[in-house]
Nanobody, 125 residues
Framework: QVRLVESGGGSVQAGGSLTLSCVASEYGFFSSNSMAWFRQAPGKEREAVGFRDIAGGLKTYAESVEGRFSISRDNPKNTVYLRMNNLNPNDTGVYYC?????????????????WGPGTQVTVSS
């Protein structure tokens, strides 16, 4: 059973940047598994932020973060990143790494097999 662990969350002011990391316990995991980032704000449903396919050629982002967030991968480190720029208070929430898309739509949480415990991001105005 692979484990995913996120890190890099914290508190920033509006307009600031953060880079989140997601490390897989299995070597080469992200080379053979698609992945996505989700987030969940207090009192709201979990929502998809972005998706990256296995080859890395397809990257899709939620409209609310398009142009500000980007997903990248470092295969030797078994790590994927979520670079977040120009953050605003609406970006506040717990951010989750999800992997192994099975079927359905990329933005559907049940479509993923593996999840990390999440990392908190707080953006103040």
């Amino acid at each position: 059973q692979v484990r995913l662990v996120e890190s890099g969350g914290g508190s920033v002011q509006a307009g600031g940047s953060l880079t989140l990391s997601c490390v897989a316990s299995e070597y080469g995991f992200f080379s053979s598994n698609s992945m996505a980032w989700f987030r969940q704000a207090p009192g709201k449903e979990r929502e998809a932020v972005g998706f990256r396919d296995i080859a890395g050629g397809l990257k899709t982002y939620a409209e609310s973060v398009e142009g500000r967030f980007s997903i990248s991968r470092d295969n030797p480190k078994n790590t994927v990143y979520l670079r977040m720029n120009n953050l605003n208070p609406n970006d506040t929430g717990v951010y989750y790494c999800a992997a192994t898309f099975r079927c359905g739509m990329w933005y559907d949480a049940p479509a993923y097999t593996y999840w990390g415990p999440g990392t908190q991001v707080t953006v103040s105005s």
